[in-house]
């Protein structure tokens, strides 16, 4: 039997059911050189794909971006500074100027005007008196990449100033403006062609301050001789600062002078301070010769405020908290009456009352006015002792000492108000008597600055009432009123009405009078002692004054004084302080005197 396989059907060809080893291959082959041909054709519609999604990219999804950029690409944006606002005293005299210069030599500058072209000028901020008002007023610096990444500076470039101390930095705002623009057509190279569009700047505003120009520059004139220290003056009325003062000084200019304009030569000579604008010497009227010099002096730190950042134990200014504190507390009434034994011992260790040790006298029995008038250590040693550490402490605080009132320029110091907890903590002792001793006289721990002092005498000088210093009248605020008994402050005022006539301790005060044939003559304040074009007047005023020891006896003493006149109706609180420079009487009493006496022969 023949045995017949299966059957294949007519639906395959014949080479199925044959051997097919010798037909695979061929079909690979085939297949290969098909992909080969196509290779090209693949690569070509990648790229067509590639270019046409780059393409849909750059026109339509980001062809605002590219728009600008391009625009850019042939505009340029130039700042126009806005002049910054000018800076007046109370009595409108400007203590600032805006002066126009040329950012390339004059000759060149002169040149292109000539020819048509347009020059854009630039603003520099001039100080028109120099060291005088450095410190209060301030001076403009640089931008900083720090700085201009803040908030308060969104709108400013790296290469603005902007005030860095003083009124300039505290009104920065106020002073500056708003930038303007200008929008420039260049070409490949980067030159303008032609202007497309400006925006004009918007001025900053100008900032009327509570500063007396005139008081200022008799107070440097009056420091002329002082290696450091400090004068403030304010309105007991209100607490505008009149002046403030610190010494050692520097012109301001020498800053504004490092800023990008600085090899600028030649200006025009317009200034919109109301006045014409004046050449700014490279040099100081003050030693300092460059903004270097300045910055080195690590021993006389001429950057520090010293009239609100300078810290120094307040020495017999202090007597006037002391007296106060003893007599609210009850330690002391107006009766009172202790003995000057010259001095007291406690332990190993004496108190000698000033007088004494200079003089071997003693000065009998005291009450709190005489005390006053005598500046008596033993009486104020005694009224410390009762009145106690902690209330003296409290009273300090309530005065403002051991903390800022807030005057509107940076740099204000704390000082320090110690107590037997402070001391425990800070140097690991207990407090003694002597301690007590000390501080009742202004003396030990105790650390205050010329303001402190300024705005405790301003206290007693309108009757009751703490002020916050202020430079601008909308920073005026009533910070503490009424905390004092009025028949406290009136013994107070009393004790320093007779320290600055005779029999007193403030000796330059004694018989304190003017040539000025228009004051007001009441027979109260002011007194006339003569007549005509020789019409002399007698002023009557209160101080108390200061010699405050320091803690390495190699120094002098600081020397202090602080006054208010005239005694009735004040118009003015002054407070001197000459670092290291010996007893308060003879030191800063001469100062204070000579100060006084030009400002009411001004007035």
């Not at 690569?43 to 780059?54: C, E, Q, W």
């Not at 640089?142 to 505290?170: C, H, N, R």
């Not at 803690?551 to 004084?561: F, G, L, Q, T, V």
Request: charged share 25%; with cysteine; proline share 5%.
């Amino acid at each position: 039997m023949v045995k017949i396989g299966p059957k294949i059907g007519p639906a395959f060809f014949d080479y199925v059911t044959g051997s097919q080893n010798d037909r695979r291959p061929k079909r690979q082959n085939l297949e290969l050189s098909e992909l080969l041909r196509l290779l090209p054709l693949f690569f070509l519609l990648l790229s067509t794909g590639v270019i046409i999604a780059r393409l849909f990219y750059l026109q339509v999804i980001r062809a605002s971006y590219y728009k600008d950029l391009s625009e850019n690409n042939r505009t340029r944006t130039k700042i126009i500074p806005a002049p910054r606002g000018i800076i007046y005293d109370r009595n409108e005299k400007p203590l600032v100027s805006n002066s126009q210069i040329f950012p390339v030599p004059r000759e060149q500058a002169l040149k292109l005007m000539s020819e048509g072209k347009k020059l854009q000028s630039v603003v520099r901020r001039e100080y028109l008196y120099k060291d005088a008002f450095a410190h209060v007023v301030g001076f403009l610096g640089q931008i900083s990449e720090d700085e201009v990444i803040l908030p308060i500076f969104s709108e400013y470039a790296l290469s603005e100033s902007i005030g860095k101390i003083g009124l300039e930095k505290t009104y920065e705002k106020v002073l500056h403006g708003q930038n303007g623009r200008e929008l420039l057509e260049v070409d490949v190279h980067g030159r303008e062609m032609r202007a497309l569009g400006e925006r004009e700047p918007v001025r900053g505003q100008n900032l009327h301050t509570t500063l007396d120009l005139d008081l200022q520059l008799l107070i440097k004139d009056a420091m002329s001789e002082v290696e450091r220290g400090a004068v403030i003056a304010q309105d007991p009325k209100t607490g505008g600062i009149l002046a403030l003062y610190s010494k050692p000084s520097f012109d301001p200019n020498i800053f504004t002078l490092r800023l990008p304009f600085k090899s600028a030569q030649g200006r025009s000579p317009r200034s919109d301070s109301g006045q014409a604008g004046q050449a700014v010497s490279s040099g100081s009227s003050a030693e300092y010769q460059s903004a270097e010099e300045i910055l080195a002096d690590d021993e006389n730190q001429p950057l520090l405020n010293r009239a609100i950042g300078g810290v120094y134990p307040p020495g017999s200014t202090f007597k006037l908290v002391t007296g106060v504190a003893a007599l609210a507390t009850g330690a002391i009434r107006e009766d009172t009456i202790i003995e000057d034994t010259g001095v007291l011992k406690v332990g190993d260790f004496s108190f000698g009352n000033w007088y004494f040790l200079e003089y071997g006298k003693k000065e009998g029995p005291l009450n709190i006015v005489a005390a006053i008038k005598r500046s008596n250590d033993i009486f104020f040693y005694k009224a410390a002792e009762r009145a106690g550490v902690e209330n003296i402490s409290s009273f300090s605080r309530e005065f403002g000492f051991g903390a800022i009132f807030g005057i509107d320029i940076v740099g204000e110091a704390e000082g320090l108000v110690p107590s037997p907890s402070w001391k425990e903590n800070e140097i690991g002792e207990q407090w003694y008597l002597g301690d007590t001793y000390n501080y009742g006289i202004g003396q030990g721990y105790l650390l205050t600055t010329p303001l402190q002092i300024n705005v405790m005498t301003s206290v007693f000088a309108n009757g009751g009432t703490l002020y916050r210093p202020h430079l601008v009248d909308s920073q005026k605020k009533i910070l503490k009123k009424s905390f004092i008994k009025k028949e406290y402050l009136d013994l107070v005022r009393e004790g320093m009405r007779q320290s600055c006539e005779r029999g007193g301790v403030a000796w330059p005060f004694f018989d304190f009078k003017v040539k000025n044939e228009r004051l007001p003559i009441d027979n109260h304040d002011f007194i006339e002692e003569g007549s005509g074009s020789a019409k002399i007047v007698r002023i009557k005023v209160a101080c108390k004054t200061g010699t405050a020891e320091v803690s390495d006896k190699d120094k002098n003493p600081h020397a202090w004084i602080t006054v208010f006149a005239p005694f009735y109706d004040p118009e003015i609180v002054l407070t001197v302080l000459v670092e290291n420079g010996g007893e308060g009487s003879s030191v800063a009493g001469p100062i204070a005197k000579k100060i006084l006496q030009n400002y009411f022969e001004k007035k």
